[in-house]
């Protein structure tokens, strides 16, 4: 369901791949080749929410902000499935683990991983290239190539799973 907030539609990219029982509203942009899954929910109705390109945003997950403070994900950013993501800006690259929570005023480096059910507290800042883990989370160590070929791996499979998908659902839908 996609529902305008105050007359405010959200702005999602054609190419992008929204799942069955997706929930979005209000300012919420979603960019090229992203994929929102299923059972998701992103609010846009207290600040803006901005996806860039090539975002996975998996099932179940939920995405909000408070007054003035925009929950902001760069490009290639890949979100587990049920994170609660808060006003929060997500620097390129990273990707948060499952059932992580990730509260306002807090920066995740680019090319972080945020290791899963992990929380990050208000105002918490993730250097690029670590991992954390926790609660409250910490760091643990730095990336090593591998961990960012798993994390690129990660990233490529659901932008062919969005691309697969969508012609699933366009296959469902068209009348021969």
Same mark, same amino acid.
């Given at each position: ?22 929930t ?7 960019g ?44 290639d950013?890949? /979100? @587990?499935?049920?994170? &609660? *993501?808060?006003?929060a =800006? ?7 683990? %499952? #059932? ?13 991983? /945020? @290791?899963?059910?992990? &929380? *990050?507290?208000?105002? =918490? ?7 954390? %883990? #926790?609660?409250p ?19 490529q ?8 998908y ?11």
């Amino acid at each position: 369901m996609i529902y305008p907030y105050k007359g405010v539609m959200p702005k999602i990219d054609e190419s992008a791949y929204i799942a069955d029982y997706v929930t979005i509203t209000g300012d919420v942009k979603i960019g090229k080749s992203s994929s929102i899954w299923f059972n998701t929910v992103i609010r846009g109705d207290v600040a803006p929410t901005v996806i860039g390109d090539r975002v996975n945003v998996q099932d179940q997950s939920m995405l909000h902000q408070s007054p003035d403070m925009p929950l902001i994900l760069e490009d290639d950013v890949t /979100v @587990g499935h049920q994170v &609660l *993501l808060h006003s929060a =800006k997500i620097r390129a690259g990273a990707l948060i683990g %499952m #059932g992580a929570m990730v509260m306002d005023d807090v920066e995740v480096g680019e090319g972080a991983f /945020v @290791g899963a059910g992990s &929380l *990050l507290p208000p105002g =918490k800042s993730v250097p690029p290239n670590t991992l954390v %883990m #926790g609660r409250p989370a910490k760091v643990v160590r730095e990336l090593t190539d591998e961990d960012q070929a798993e994390m690129a791996r990660i990233r490529q499979s659901y932008i062919d799973k969005g691309e697969a998908y969508r012609e699933i659902t366009r296959g469902l839908t068209k009348d021969d």
